[in-house]
């Protein structure tokens, strides 16, 4: 059986863009699966289908070559072999081995943590081949332990169930993850995500080239950044609305022996604007925020909430310090999220130099066609 879409459809698969919407789907099976595409000039590649979703079509190939199954376990393979090198010189490291559609895998996450791995499947087309893909990574990558968090929202969306469960091994309540100098621990089943928020992972590690007496890390989490700036600095505030983030930010700090770091449960935009009031300033400031705009109706609203931190932390800041403020927001582009920036510059009648244009991690491959898998925007700005 095959997919037969729109001329609108076909364009976008020709434009290498994995994604038809259901609008553009003329003819499908009723059954969610793994088929070739068609239009008018013939087959277009082969795809996972979800006829209860928006996203209908998820092309994991742009030729009409080989089954699909199989053609969907080669791009496996390929992108664990992308990152064997990495675990090998980093066995106690975390990584990203399965990046969705930036591996050719739509709807398929797999993460590393020391030798553990968390996977996610999103796709109703997928999750029939849960057993296949597992069979795959095990052949491919040495994990103690694999665990299914299938726990994301947007899974309902496909008709599946939201469910937790090992696949092989012995899950650990949490994984001790050593990320250059600093080691944290990581909840695989309680987390956020798949436990950790790894494709930040390069730019922690930059942090460490900063020093100072006062650092503050704003929307801290489990203290990541936090972390790393107290190699150097004096002093780290870490913030956090969650006091459970807090308890585990200090649970790292004691892992890694330090003293420096202290937590302040708050609103993160409510401190900040009592931190201006009271002329408090830093030499750097981290705004490592949530996802403020999670559709295209969101934007105009995440943008001034994005503004309005940025401006604020640029406030506190004196003449040569330093603000890493990042956007996870794919809907709030590279050109947006700096023109946003420089609106919060001038409105703070500040100078503001740019010293270094970041995004996510390598092992967070980035596709050109599909402008959604660019999402991380990560500035590290000087006030003059």
């Known amino acids: 059986m095959k997919i037969r879409v729109s001329p609108r459809g076909a ?3 020709l434009a290498r863009h994995p994604w038809v919407y259901k609008s553009d789907v003329l003819e ?3 059954a969610p699966g793994l088929y070739p595409v068609q239009a008018n000039k013939g087959v277009l590649g082969l795809a996972l289908y979800s006829p209860a979703s928006e996203i209908t079509v998820r092309a994991f190939s742009f030729m009409d070559a080989g089954r699909p199954q199989e053609v969907l376990l080669e791009n496996l393979r390929h992108a664990l072999q992308q990152r064997k090198a990495a675990i090998a010189r980093e066995p106690q490291g975390s990584f990203r081995l399965v990046h969705a559609e930036g591996d050719l895998l739509p709807a398929l996450v797999l993460d590393y943590y020391a030798g553990h791995g968390v996977l996610q499947v999103g796709s109703a ?3 029939p081949l849960t057993g296949a893909l597992v069979g795959v990574i095990q052949s491919e990558i040495p994990l103690q332990s694999l665990l299914a968090k299938n726990d994301q929202k947007s899974r309902s969306l496909e008709g599946l169930p939201l469910e937790i469960k090992p696949w092989w091994g012995q899950t ?7 990320e250059g100098t600093v080691r944290y621990r990581v909840d695989l089943e309680a987390g956020q995500k798949t436990g950790a928020f790894i494709d930040q992972r390069d730019n922690r590690l930059r942090m460490q080239a900063f020093k100072g ?13 936090a972390l790393h700036l107290a190699q150097n600095f004096e002093q780290v505030i ?3 609305s969650s006091a459970a983030a807090l308890r585990r930010a200090l649970e790292n700090a004691q892992v890694n022996g330090l003293t420096n770091i202290t ?11 009592e931190e201006e009031k009271r002329g408090t300033q830093y030499n750097l400031i981290v705004l490592d925020p949530p996802a403020f705009a999670k559709g295209k109706r969101d934007v105009e609203r995440a943008y001034a909430a994005y503004k309005e931190i940025n401006l604020r932390a640029i406030k506190l800041l004196p003449s040569g310090g330093i603000l890493a403020t990042a956007s996870c927001s794919h809907h709030l582009d590279e050109p947006l999220f700096y023109q946003m920036l420089s609106e919060a510059a001038a409105d703070a009648h500040r100078t503001v130099r740019v010293i270094e244009k970041r995004g996510q991690g390598w092992d967070h491959p980035v596709l050109l066609n599909v402008p ?4 991380l925007k990560f500035a590290i700005l000087e006030t003059l």
């Open 11 to 13: 364009a976008r698969l």
């Open 28 to 30: 499908g099976p009723d």
């Open 125 to 127: 087309a997928l999750e």
């Open 172 to 178: 650990p309540s949490s994984v001790l993850v050593q």
């Open 213 to 225: 007496k006062t650092a503050l890390d704003v929307f801290s989490y489990h203290g990541s950044f």
């Open 238 to 240: 870490a913030v956090d």
């Open 263 to 273: 937590p302040k449960e708050a609103n993160a935009f409510e401190f900040l604007r």
């Open 372 to 375: 959604e898998t660019q999402y």
